[in-house]
């Protein structure tokens, strides 16, 4: 079965910084797609990002990027110039080869001020 | 009303009672899933609907019920909970898998969930 760990219960950044959020995950499949979701205090659960394990290419929105290593099944975030208004809950989230997503236990985004 | 909506947003129910939640989807997408969210574990699929069929039931006990009427309403009926059933519930869409040609492409859009308080 595919899991999704997030090793980071919790992350701070100052405003204006930069910030990693990290994700690996197990899976047998070769075709597959990761999501990253924001879910702010109000609870609207928020596509930020995805990718699809056969583009090489890093996926990118705004200040949103991942760093895709499908050797090391790794699916890190980084949120550059972080904004107060990405203070939220983030889930890395696996989907392979039927409509269920996996959901990792989530990152608690802290930006200070 | 835009997206997924769900109501209620908070419902306080004792174990004896039967109550139901509501989730509307205005994107024209074909499936539909509920989630349960609890702290500090990851979100749980509960059940998973395709043009109305299920064709997911994630070990879920009796005592939740969904029903699927149509592609843009989903519900989940509950009767005799328990304590350890309060969680928040989240309800999602997403284009049908097999119409939109590959896995992944079928983004999931949620709802904002409804606090579920069982005494």
């Known amino acids: 079965a595919q899991t999704v760990t997030q090793s980071q219960p919790e992350m701070s950044v100052q405003e204006a910084e930069t910030v990693t959020l990290s994700c690996t995950y197990d899976?047998?499949?070769?075709?597959?797609?990761l999501f990253w979701y924001k879910q702010p205090p109000s609870r609207q659960m928020i596509l930020v990002i995805r990718?699809?394990?056969?583009?090489?290419q890093n996926a990118t929105e705004n200040r949103f990027s991942v760093n895709f290593q499908k050797a090391a099944k790794s699916f890190s975030l980084k949120i550059s110039d972080s904004q107060l208004g990405d203070a939220a809950m983030y889930f890395c989230a696996y989907q392979g080869g039927s409509e269920k997503l996996v959901f990792g236990k989530g990152t608690k985004l802290t930006v200070n001020p | 009303e835009t997206g997924v909506t769900q109501t209620p947003r908070h419902l306080v129910m004792g174990m004896t009672n039967k109550k139901s939640l509501k989730c509307e989807q205005h994107l024209g997408h074909n499936a539909m899933y509920w989630y349960k969210q609890s702290a500090k574990k990851p979100l749980e699929l509960m059940f998973v609907?395709?043009?109305?069929?299920?064709?997911e039931n994630n070990s879920v006990p009796s005592r939740f019920s969904p029903e699927c009427p149509n592609s843009s309403h989903l519900f989940l009926h509950l009767h005799t909970l328990q304590p350890e059933d309060s969680a928040l519930y989240l309800c999602?869409?997403?284009?049908?898998?097999?119409?939109?040609?590959?896995?992944?492409?079928?983004?999931?859009?949620f709802g904002p969930g409804t606090r579920l308080t069982v005494l």
């Open positions: 899976t047998s499949e070769s075709d597959y797609y």
């Open positions: 990718q699809e394990a056969y583009k090489q």
């Open positions: 999602a869409s997403s284009q049908d898998p097999g119409l939109a040609g590959r896995i992944g492409s079928d983004t999931q859009y």
């Open positions: 609907y395709n043009f109305k069929e299920q064709t």
